[in-house]
């Protein structure tokens, strides 16, 4: 039963668990129109079509126009924000919005972009940067591309219903938000510039889920924090903007997926028996290759088994068979 219900919410990821595709800026080689929904997993495909490289996975969508293949943006930036389906009016995002389908348990878009931009620039120099702003670690491991970005600290702001001090909540989602105003920061002193090298820049932004649970999705402390978050992306999008002389695509992402992952991991279980021996689902990683190789084994084995027993049975008896050579009891005399 309990498989059951896991099932259950997890064919409906597409129908519940949805977002927002924004464009905040694309260069002229680019236009995006229309407001028809796409799929989240098709971004990897819109990125890589935008960036000039070959797409594996052909779509209906007919958002995304490549006006000059020849003049393709030098870089891709995209701002991923879990847990909330759209930033709303509150955040101000001067962004084209599509509505997004969440068709993907976990997004693999900034791996399936890297990859594309790897193999096809072997020699290397190309800048991926995937950074979860919650993890100051992060931000070390891109020291090479970013500098020395010291973690931020959250001290005292002019806010008026966000309580830093008080809820962990509203703590870690401003604390990842100086990381952001940080990393911007940086790009506009200087430290990325164009150098005909396509790039791809991934941030994640999780704690907005958290806060809007602790104070609800309509609550004022919600709304202030979308609106500093979409000051804080816009921001982000003219400082890449001026980075790269305006030849980069910079792109916000929002989906509640986290919501259908709490609801997979609290989905009821109704099976008495798995309670009582919950160490009976534990199964490894190599289960299903193990039972395949045992249950195939098992079946070519069978059908060997009889295919020889059949052939023995139909078999003449006759002096010149095996079955003569081998049961005779006759002895062998010497000449």
Known sequence: MALFWITLVLSVIGIHAGGEFSVLHSPRSLRFSGSSKTLESLLKEVFSASLGLSVEENSEWNGLSVVDPFDTPEAVVEVYVDGVSSLGNAAGLKAKTYPLTVDEYEPDTFDAVAHRIKQ?????GNKLVNIRLSEPDDLIAYSKVFGDIAPPKVGKQLLQHLKYDSYE????????LETLKAITNKINSGVISADNIVDCYNFRFTSLHALSDLHGPNSLQTKEAKKL???AIQALSIAFVKAY?????????????????????EAPNDDPVSEMNPADDNYTADYAAIFNIILWFGVVFAFTLIAIVYA??????????IIYRMTSTRMKKDN
Do not use: C
């Open 312 to 321: 023995i049975m139909d078999m003449d008896p006759g002096r010149d068979s």
């Open 120 to 124: 096809h620039f072997t020699n290397g």
């Open 245 to 265: 002389d305006g030849k980069v695509l910079v792109t916000a992402v929002t989906t509640d997926i986290a919501h259908t992952r709490r609801a997979v991991r």
């Open 169 to 176: 909540e509203d703590y870690q989602f401003l604390f990842e």
């Open 229 to 231: 978050l979409g000051e």
